[in-house]
């Protein structure tokens, strides 16, 4: 039997997610809304023996054609035939609420339930609503829920079961307007009757979007209609503003919030407003010099619960991984199929699945900040610095996180809005120096300059630079208006543990599977290039001789074909850079290495080699989360611009200090 | 007398009903769905240079940058 659709939909933060946690469970499916990078979630419950599936749609504020999100909502809404449509409400913020409600409404949907949320919540506020007169009001049923103790699940999935049923009878309430705007409303619904779109749209609700001038709206009446009938309708409504004095849009929005606002009286009481917890936190989270403070401070434990508990468990992942292939290893005869087995896939899958702790963690962390309502204040701090970059506030995240690792870092940038500054934020995220290349920084700059670390600042500091100034340059080329900054900062609210958890399970579950093929195809490639045709140190490996193909290029900066390979085998990680000059100094290590590299190169070089590392190139695991994170394109660009500015930065260091005589 | 002017220019405390919106339908629209319709009563809450306005709208906070709330009108109450 076909299953019964319920669409899930309301505001940001009104607890929506954990509803949707709440009915569904692990029963639940992350992916993509077909054909754009909005997150699509279903999910599945049984009630009385049958099964429904639930579609989270993106949270919004309205059903406008301005942003692709909302574009996804109201498409599925129109066209996706749901069963019930829940409308989560939040308690605390009815007014704003009930606009979506109504664009909703205006829809000609029937078959609706307002899920009340954050009742409590409400009442501590003041506020207090009846339930019985709010669905007596709005004509559709109300179920009041306190999402956080899971309280009123039962009585939704009965309410959901019966509406599905045809047991409930509805009259959603549509708001009215002025007799003059009901009069344009009506002279275009007019102009629509009788036509094609007149079957396929309620014609109350597409005169409303053309008298808003919605996108969308007018591309159907161009499409079915022709460009006359457009013409017709929109001089029409032209001559309506003239008469105004003002954009028909502004008129219908505010007459549509009085028209809320009377009805909000019939069920909606305020007590006295108390002034909250979340009031005396912003004194302190916005402010220009504590809010910093604070900030610092968040990041710092982010940071450390990501990193200290993280590359431990990565660590103990690999040992795992190192086991398995020494265990595997004596059962294989064939020396080749061994190597591929051991050093290639085991290794390679070891690599993918190390990161998952990580990852998990990370999106733990970001989950829960984001859940409890801070995110939004950290948007705030940094949006008019950030800005100036071509990057939204909220972009220090993953900024910050890359320190640590880019691979969470990239990940990180799905907190972002809005496409475009995903886009920018991921593509300048690999130039943040990762703890990886801290190692390969420590380590030349002790061997080259006695480990002064003004040397390594100066190496963080022209990383962050070349960071923000690729931000600014890319921004420019990648599609998509600088959206206006506006955002909620949510009441402060304990998220629900089961929500978290799940939340990032799927999460890295989907890195895994999406970042996976990539890191695993290039660790068999790399694994490839140092053993055929014979071993690396020898000189005649693949992996040797594509270094000194490289040389004459290389020389351009100063180095040899030996920082060739030493970079090849970088791009599986970092690290490896100078574990390769070890290999290939004949297994010297530690004060050794030390003093054969710094025989062999002069400080200059060495800074240089520092430099080049730390911008030259994704790792193979970055490219591998871009990927996941956008498409095989964007990570192949972000590859080719990071090789090309290493390489300028590179020649430019080299080339001014040899004529400095340095 | 009740003078309309700008939401920028309101200090922290002060409250005004929106009037206008002086931007382009995507502003527009935007605004509204957060609760800034004409007609909406606007507490400011913070009001720090350079960074974005901190208001209270229908019981909700929002915060805006300093452009966009340039572009609110507003009659001060």
Redesign the interface.
């Known amino acids: 039997m076909v299953m019964r659709v319920v669409a899930l939909a309301g505001n940001p933060n009104v607890g929506k997610t954990t509803i949707f946690n709440d009915l569904t469970g692990m029963r639940q499916h992350v992916g993509n809304w077909p054909g754009v990078t909005v997150e699509k979630k279903e999910g599945v419950f049984e009630h009385k023996g049958e099964r429904f599936l639930v579609v989270d749609l993106p949270g ?3 059903l ?1 054609a ?1 942003s692709i999100d909302e574009l996804v909502a109201r498409n599925f809404l129109l066209n996706g035939n749901p069963d019930v449509v829940v409308n989560v409400v939040d308690a ?5 609420n009930l ?2 409600t109504m664009e909703i409404f205006e829809m000609g949907l029937k078959n609706i339930i307002i899920a009340l949320n954050k009742v409590d919540l409400a009442e501590k ?1 003041g ?1 207090r609503i009846d339930p019985v007169k709010m669905s007596k009001a709005l004509g559709v049923p109300v179920v009041p829920l306190n999402a956080k103790e899971g309280a009123g699940l039962d009585e939704l999935k009965d309410k959901i079961w019966e509406m599905a049923h045809g047991k409930i009878k509805t009259n959603p309430v549509l708001p009215r307007y002025d007799p003059e705007v009901e009069r344009e409303i009506e002279h275009i619904s007019k102009c629509l009757e009788g036509t094609e779109l007149a079957k396929r749209y309620p014609l109350r609700w597409l005169a409303i979007k053309l008298l ?2 919605d996108d969308e709206a007018m591309k159907l009446v161009l499409r079915h209609l022709g460009e006359d009938k457009l013409k017709e309708i929109m001089t029409h409504i032209g001559e309506a503003e003239a008469r105004y004095g ?2 028909m ?2 008129i219908i ?2 007459q ?3 028209f809320i606002d009377g009805l909000t009286h019939e069920f909606m009481g305020h007590g006295k407003v108390k002034e909250t917890l ?2 005396q936190l ?2 302190i989270l ?3 010099v504590y809010g910093f403070i604070v900030m610092a401070f968040v990041f710092y434990l982010v940071f450390k619960l990501v990193f200290t508990f993280g590359f431990p468990l990565q660590g103990i992942l690999d040992d795992a991984f190192g086991r398995l292939g020494e265990w595997v290893a004596p059962h294989i005869a064939n020396e080749a199929l061994r190597g591929l087995v051991v050093d290639g896939i085991i290794s390679g899958v070891g690599s993918v699945l190390s990161f998952f702790p990580l990852v998990f963690l990370l999106f733990l962390a970001l989950s829960f900040l984001e859940d409890i309502g801070y995110m ?1 204040r950290v ?3 940094m ?2 610095i950030l800005r100036k970059f071509g990057l939204p506030g909220k972009a220090i995240i993953p900024l910050i996180l890359g320190l640590g690792c880019n691979v969470p870092a990239v990940m990180a940038t799905r907190t972002l809005d809005k496409e475009k500054d995903r886009l920018v934020a991921m593509f300048v995220n690999p130039f943040i120096p990762c703890s990886a290349r801290l190692s390969v920084i420590s380590f030349l700059v002790g061997t080259f300059f006695g480990g002064n670390a003004l040397v390594a600042l100066a190496i963080y500091l022209l990383a962050f630079a070349v960071a923000l100034l690729s931000a600014k340059l890319v921004s420019r080329f990648v599609p998509g ?1 600088e ?8 009441e402060f609210l304990l998220p629900s543990w089961k929500s978290l958890i799940l939340h990032s399970w799927e999460r890295s579950k989907e890195f895994v599977q999406k970042a996976g093929t990539v890191i695993l195809v290039g660790s068999i490639i790399i694994w490839y290039l140092s053993n055929y045709p014979v071993p690396i140190g020898t000189g005649n490996s693949y992996a040797e001789k594509l270094g000194h193909l490289l040389e004459p290029y290389l020389r351009l900066m100063g180095l040899d074909w030996k920082a060739g390979v030493s970079l090849i085998f970088g791009i599986i990680a970092k690290e490896n850079v100078i574990s390769t000059y070890s290999i290939l100094y004949g297994g010297l290590s530690g004060d050794a290495l030390k003093e054969a590299m710094m025989s062999s190169m002069t400080p200059l070089q060495g800074f240089v080699l520092a430099v080049v590392t730390t911008l030259y190139i994704p790792c193979i695991a970055t490219i591998g989360a871009i990927r996941a994170e956008s498409n095989w394109k964007w990570a192949l660009a972000v590859t080719v611009y990071m090789i090309t500015v290493a390489s300028i930065v590179g020649i430019f260091i080299w080339q001014v200090g040899t004529a400095l005589g340095l | 007398m009740n003078m309309i002017v700008p939401l920028l220019s309101l200090a922290p405390n002060e409250r005004g009903v929106v009037v ?2 002086m ?1 382009g ?11 800034l ?4 009563v606007v507490k400011v ?2 009001n ?5 306005l ?1 208001v209270e ?9 300093r ?2 709330a340039a572009r609110v009108l507003v009659r001060k109450l």
Do not use: W
């Not at chain 1, 959206?483 to 949510?490: A, G, K, T, W």
């Not at chain 2, 339908?25 to 609760?35: E, I, P, Q, T, V």
């Open positions: 919004t504020y309205s406008t301005h605390t913020a009815v007014l704003r606009y979506l506020k506020i808003q001038r003002r954009a849009d502004l929005a505010s549509k919030y009085e979340t009031d912003d004194k916005v402010h220009p939004a948007a705030v701090l949006e008019g208006e959206s206006p900054f506006v955002i909620e900062l949510p | 206008d919106l931007g339908s995507n502003f527009r629209s935007r605004l509204y769905a957060m609760g319709a004409p007609g909406a809450l913070g720090y240079p350079r960074g974005p901190i709208v229908s019981g909700t906070r929002i915060a805006l940058g452009g966009m």
